[in-house]
C-alpha cells in the first residue's frame, strides 16, 4: 500500500478545544484520557476513545502509543522574524535602540548567498522541536529571504505564513527597498507562494516608520487585490516609535488611523504588539477585525509593556499570541504562555490553563481564520500534531506528585514546560525530527 495512504493513529491522552474556555467555560474542551487520532492523506479521520476506534482500524494501520504523554493540536505562533535567531538575547536596549543596534546589522547579513537558507532550517527545527506547527513569520527586506523561507516550508509541508518586509527609509541603505521594487517583488512573492501547498503569503510592510507614504499605499494596493493574503506589521509597542509614527504622518488621527487609511486594518491584518492602545484605536480595530498580537516575552524584554488581554476581549478585540522572536526569548509557545500569565498577574488579571493552551492551538487558528484547517483534532483537520510529556523535566515530575486534577497538571505544563516537554512532533501526519540539527530528544523512541 502507498505509504501516503496507509492509516496512522496516534494514541495518548487526547485535549483540544472546540471553544474559548474564557466564555464557555468546561464546555470548550474535549479530554480523551485514552484516546486515538487516525490519519491519513495528512488529514485527522477519526478521532476518539481507543476502545471503540481500534476495532475499526484495519490491520495494516500503524498505531503509535503515545500513552501516558498528552496529544495536543501543533501549536500556532502568530509574529516571529525569521531574520532574528541571532538577535535573539541581545543586551541592554529599548525597541528603537535595539532594532538599530542589532537587528539591522544582522538582518544585513541575509543579503549573503545561503544565509537565508540556514536561518530558516534553524528556525524551523527550532519551532517543530518546541512543537510549533505554523508561524506568521516576516522575512527579511531581500526576496530571496521569502524563497527561501517558502522552499524549506513547502520541502517540509509545514503550513506557514510569511512576507518579505517592506521597508524604504529610517534603516540602513542596504535594507532598504522602495514603494515600487516592494510592491513587485511582494506580488510576485503571492503569485509564486500564496496558496501553493500549505504556503500563506503576508504583506509585510515593517512598520510605519520604516514606510513612507508612497509604500504603505503600495502595500494597500496589494492588500486590496490580494484581499486572502494576509497583512503583518507593528503598532503601538513602545512610546518613542509612537511618538516617531506620528510625527511621520501627521493627517492621521492616531496610530491606528495610519494604517487604516491605507486600507492596512482588516480581517486579515496581524497587528504585532498593541501595548500603548486609546480607546478610539480599540475601536478602531474592533470595527475593522483586525487582530491584535501579544508578544509577552518581546514586551517583557524590551521592556515595551504590559498588554491589556482583558481590555482587549472586553473592547470586541481578536487577539493571538506569539514568541515575536527575536524580540522575543523563547521558541516555545508554552514558556510564551508562562510570561503572558505573569503580564496579566501584574493587571490582576488571570489565565487559566486551559485559556493558555487554547490561545496557542485553537484561539490563534481562529484569529488567523485558519481554524477551518489547523489548531484541532477534529476530524478533517490537517494533522499537525504536539505530543507533551508533562513529567519530562524533575521539577516537573517532582510537582507533578501533587497535581489532583487535569486542570492542575495543565497549570503545572503551562507553567514550567519548554520544549523540554515535547515528545514528538507530527506535521500533516508525518513525524519530524530527523532533520539535522534536531536536538537528539525529539529523535528518542517512545
Ligand atoms: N518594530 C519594528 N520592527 C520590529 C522588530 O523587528 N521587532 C519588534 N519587537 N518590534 C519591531
Ligand atoms: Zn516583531
Same mark, same amino acid.
Given at each position: ?333 508554552? =514558556?510564551?504562555? #508562562?510570561?503572558? %500569565? ?5 493587571? @490582576?488579571?488571570?489565565? *487559566?490553563?486551559?485559556?493558555? !493552551? ?61 520544549? =523540554?516537554?515535547? #515528545?514528538?512532533? %507530527? ?5 519530524? @525530527?530527523?532533520?539535522? *540539527?534536531?536536538?537528539?530528544? !525529539?529523535?528518542?523512541?517512545?
Amino acid at each position: 500500500m502507498n505509504e501516503d495512504r496507509r492509516l496512522r493513529a496516534l494514541r495518548g491522552r487526547l485535549l483540544w478545544f472546540v471553544g474559548d474556555p474564557e466564555t464557555s467555560g468546561d464546555a470548550a474542551h474535549r479530554f480523551i484520557g485514552d484516546g486515538l487520532v487516525v490519519i491519513a492523506d495528512g488529514l485527522i479521520k477519526a478521532v476518539g476513545a481507543a476502545s471503540e476506534l481500534l476495532p475499526t482500524l484495519p490491520e495494516e494501520a500503524e498505531i503509535v502509543d503515545h500513552r501516558p504523554n498528552l496529544i495536543m493540536p501543533g501549536f500556532i505562533d502568530a509574529h516571529l522574524h525569521m531574520p532574528q535567531t541571532q538577535v535573539i538575547a541581545s543586551y541592554g536596549a529599548p525597541l528603537m535602540e535595539w532594532l538599530n543596534k542589532y537587528t539591522f546589522v544582522e538582518e544585513q547579513k541575509l543579503a549573503q548567498q545561503g544565509h537565508p537558507e540556514k536561518l530558516t532550517r534553524f528556525l524551523l527545527d527550532e519551532l517543530l522541536a518546541s512543537g510549533t506547527t505554523t508561524a506568521a513569520v516576516y522575512c527579511s527586506v531581500h526576496r530571496q529571504s521569502a524563497e527561501a523561507f517558502f522552499a524549506e516550508s513547502e520541502r517540509r509541508n509545514t503550513r506557514m505564513i510569511a512576507g518579505k518586509v517592506m521597508m524604504d527609509r529610517n534603516a540602513p541603505a542596504a535594507l532598504t527597498d522602495t514603494a515600487e521594487s516592494s510592491y513587485a517583488d511582494s506580488k510576485a512573492l503571492i503569485e509564486r507562494w500564496h496558496g501553493r501547498g500549505r504556503q500563506l503569503y503576508a504583506i509585510t510592510p515593517r512598520f510605519a516608520v520604516t514606510s513612507t507614504p508612497e509604500q504603505l499605499a503600495a502595500a494597500g494596493r496589494l492588500a486590496s487585490e490580494h484581499p486572502d493574503c494576509f497583512v503583518q506589521t507593528h503598532i503601538n509597542e513602545n512610546q518613542a516609535e509612537i511618538s516617531l509614527a506620528c510625527q511621520l504622518y501627521p493627517n492621521a488621527d492616531d496610530y491606528a488611523g495610519i494604517y487604516r487609511d491605507y486600507g492596512l486594518l482588516g480581517r486579515q491584518s496581524l497587528m504585532g504588539h498593541c501595548i500603548h492602545m486609546t480607546k478610539h484605536e480599540w475601536r478602531a480595530f474592533a470595527e475593522a477585525g483586525a487582530v491584535a498580537v501579544f508578544c509577552p516575552t518581546s514586551n517583557l524584554f524590551l521592556g515595551s509593556g504590559l498588554f491589556d488581554w482583558a481590555r482587549a476581549k472586553r473592547e470586541g478585540v481578536r487577539v493571538a499570541v506569539a514568541t515575536d522572536i527575536g524580540g522575543g526569548t523563547s521558541y516555545s509557545m508554552l =514558556r510564551t504562555m #508562562a510570561e503572558a %500569565y505573569k503580564v496579566l498577574q501584574l493587571q @490582576g488579571q488571570s489565565l *487559566s490553563a486551559f485559556a493558555a !493552551l487554547h490561545a496557542i492551538t485553537r484561539g490563534n487558528a481562529v484569529a488567523l481564520g485558519l481554524d477551518h484547517l489547523i489548531g484541532s483534532l477534529e476530524p478533517g483537520r490537517e494533522a499537525d500534531v504536539v505530543v507533551l510529556d508533562p513529567a519530562a523535566t524533575r521539577a516537573m515530575a517532582h510537582r507533578l506528585e501533587t497535581a489532583r486534577d487535569l486542570a492542575e497538571e495543565l497549570f503545572v505544563l503551562v507553567t514550567l514546560g519548554d520544549e =523540554r516537554n515535547v #515528545a514528538a512532533t %507530527y506535521v500533516a501526519g508525518e513525524r519530524v @525530527g530527523d532533520q539535522p *540539527s534536531t536536538p537528539p530528544f !525529539l529523535a528518542k523512541s517512545i
